[in-house]
């Protein structure tokens, strides 16, 4: 199982990025993923799961509004799109699905 995040970056408050999360390995398309984020000092928190046809998504309520997670099962991957970043945005975002994780991707969010 391999999980690779990318699209992370510095990003000045206000600002948009698109994360992805390409899988393989698994049987992507039947199952469940989540977007996770670390901040230094802090535990790691959901931020966002999807349903594995992407009927049904969640999110904490800090993003609630801000971010949206998609995916598209023909490329294996699944997507975090962040608008309206935050200073407190600031974390390393983690693809994971069961006991599954990538590497990260950092997110700066900084003027």
């Known amino acids: 199982v391999q999980l690779v995040e990318s699209g992370g970056g510095l990003v000045q408050p206000g600002g948009s990025l698109r994360l992805s999360c390409a899988a393989s390995g698994f049987a992507f398309g039947g199952s469940f993923m989540r977007w996770y984020r670390q901040a230094p000092g802090k535990e790691r928190e959901l931020v966002a799961s999807i349903t594995s046809a992407g009927l049904s998504t969640t999110y904490t309520d800090s993003v609630k509004g801000r971010f949206t997670i998609s995916r598209d099962n023909a490329k294996n991957t699944v997507y975090l799109q962040i608008n309206s970043l935050k200073p407190e945005d600031t974390a390393v975002y983690y693809c994971?699905?069961?006991?599954?994780w990538g590497q990260g991707t950092q997110v700066t969010v900084s003027s």
């Open positions: 994971n699905t069961a006991i599954y």
